[in-house]
């Protein structure tokens, strides 16, 4: 459990203790089912039930591991976005559905960058234009991509399950067994890790791209083609992690 939640856990039942004894002490609101007046006792009816809830309902959630991934819901940047910050708690793997995340909404920006430098530098139908902004939405299309992959790959991974496997010496399940199955975490740990990495770079490129563009004075359209080639092969490697 992350101390995030750890921290809402205890300040969640803090909550319901102090409510449970401001309402029903008889120093202060003294609420009781019984109590003559109809609205404090049905006040005091709906507190009860409403810190019971909280108790059973708002303990159960905090203690969950996050929801599984369901592919069926992966269709769009948003949900795929939103999915992926389901995991931002998780113990072992939150670092890296955070970075996701933001990385992406980095890379959304700077390509949103550099289309805008395209559009500046060259004609509206345009060859070249045609060209650039076609490598840059393809990079952007690539890192949406990336997105839904770290999500269904995530949408495996299990806290409780990974936190076994990490101490696997320790009970009699064959170690030939659980040593295969932590092979398989960290195969797509090491997957996203690379694809992370990929997609920092595509960001910077694309940020290249927009300052030189937007530059008069600074590289030629023969040095910008390069860079251009650059993005292009990034964007075909980041596939690969897809």
Do not use: C, H
């Amino acid at each position: 459990m992350t101390v995030k939640r750890k921290l809402k856990l205890v300040l969640l039942n803090a909550f319901i203790i102090v409510a449970a004894v401001v309402g029903y002490s008889g120093s202060l609101l003294g609420l009781r089912p019984w109590d003559p007046s109809i609205l404090k006792a049905g006040f005091s009816i709906l507190l009860g039930l409403g810190l019971a809830s909280g108790l059973v309902f708002g303990n159960y959630k905090l203690l969950q591991d996050p929801s599984p991934i369901k592919p069926a819901k992966l269709e769009s940047a948003s949900q795929i976005e939103s999915t992926l910050k389901s995991f931002t708690e998780s113990k072992y793997f939150g670092d890296l559905a955070k970075t996701g995340v933001e990385q992406y909404s980095r890379l959304r920006q700077s390509a949103e960058r550099a289309r805008q430098a395209v559009e500046m530098k060259f004609q509206k139908g345009s060859m070249s234009a045609f060209r650039y902004t076609g490598a840059v939405n393809a990079a952007e299309n690539a890192a949406v991509e990336n997105m839904k992959t770290m999500a269904l790959r995530m949408s495996v991974f299990s806290d409780a399950e990974y936190a076994r496997l990490l101490n696997y010496k320790n009970d009699d399940i064959p170690d030939d067994i659980q040593e295969q199955q932590l092979a398989l975490y960290d195969k797509s740990l090491s997957f996203i890790r690379r694809s992370i990495a990929v997609s920092e770079t595509l960001i910077l490129k694309l940020d290249t791209l927009a300052f030189e563009m937007s530059d008069a004075a600074a590289q030629s359209d023969e040095e910008t083609g390069a860079l251009l080639d650059e993005i292009t092969a990034l964007t075909n490697e980041l596939k690969f992690y897809n």
